[in-house]
């Protein structure tokens, strides 16, 4: 199968999981609650800021959210490997912001259901690191992926003009 076949069908899985995690998140009764509590700086926040919500739906967002992991590093790995050209070899880096969200969903669900007094500050470190990581790496590639979309597009014109 084509890398934009398994582009489109990676994808689609992206759109129709997002769909199932902003529902979810909606569930939870506190507005948009999610992108806020991966970034909250400790668990005190963390806790404050799910103290009004349903954290069984919170959960189910954050079981959803491994589904949406293996979408969108798919997505950005097809996607790569489709109009990166030489940079191909590089594509498995697209990868790696599932890995560091996929070790900060294990934590979050553990501290939904965790005191605070219950939650190690290196438990929560490896969260709050993994979190920052992850978003790091996923503007890098998003970046990349961009400029060499710039890039197609710019040669492509030329091949047609």
């Known amino acids: 199968m084509s890398n934009k ?3 489109l069908i990676s994808f689609a899985a992206f759109l129709v999981t997002m769909g199932g995690m902003l529902w979810t998140e909606a569930q939870a009764g506190c507005g948009k609650v999610i992108i806020p509590l991966e970034l909250d700086p400790n668990i005190a926040a963390f806790k404050q800021r799910i103290a009004t919500c349903d954290i ?14 293996l979408a969108y590093s798919a997505t950005l790995y097809f996607g790569w490997r489709g109009i990166s050209g030489k940079a191909q070899n590089i594509a498995w880096l697209t990868l790696l912001p599932g890995v560091f969200d996929a070790i900060e969903n294990i934590h979050l669900l553990d501290f ?7 939650v190690s500050s290196s438990a929560y470190n490896t969260y709050y690191w993994c979190v920052r990581i992850k978003f790091f790496i996923l503007v890098a590639v998003l970046v990349g992926l961009l400029a060499f979309v710039v890039k197609w597009f710019g040669q492509r014109n030329k091949q047609t003009a």
Do not use: G, H
């Open 5 to 7: 076949n398994l582009f």
């Open 112 to 118: 939904l259901y965790l005191s605070e007094q219950e």
């Open 56 to 69: 069984n739906w919170i959960a189910a967002n954050t079981k959803l959210d491994f589904v949406f992991l």
